[in-house]
């Protein structure tokens, strides 16, 4: 079946730099486009990034531009989100999922989930 496993989390002061992997497992991870989530405490999901499935196509929420880089291995069924010059807005639990852009505005995200990942910025 498929699995979603986010590692990296942690506490850091605001400024600071964080690296979250998500390993995949259960389907082929090359097929997929993939994202990182977050979830704060009383706020709705928020899509923060996604990588295309093949080439290097990304995206990112605006809250994300500029500080936060999307990576993935193929070779290593592992996403990567490079979190730089972290804020206390964005403390969240942070969470990896496959799916794919169905068009220029909409992600459609397959229903598949890990435990995610707490990253906590203290100012």
């Known amino acids: 079946q498929v699995q979603l496993v986010e590692s990296g989390g942690g506490l850091v002061q605001s400024g600071g730099s964080l690296r979250l992997s998500c390993q995949g497992s259960?389907?082929?991870?090359?097929?997929?486009?993939m994202s990182w989530y977050r979830q704060a405490p009383g706020n709705g999901p928020e899509l923060v990034a996604t990588?295309?499935?093949?080439?290097?196509?990304?995206r990112y929420a605006d809250s994300a531009k500029g500080r936060f880089v999307i990576s993935k291995d193929n070779s290593k069924n592992t996403l990567y989100l490079q979190m730089n010059s972290l804020k206390p807005e964005d403390t969240a639990v942070y969470l990896c999922n496959l799916g794919q852009w169905t068009d220029r505005d909409n992600w459609y995200s397959a229903p598949f989930w890990g435990q995610g990942t707490q990253v906590t910025v203290s100012s």
């Open positions: 990588i295309a499935s093949v080439g290097d196509a990304v």
């Open positions: 259960g389907f082929t991870f090359s097929y997929w486009a």
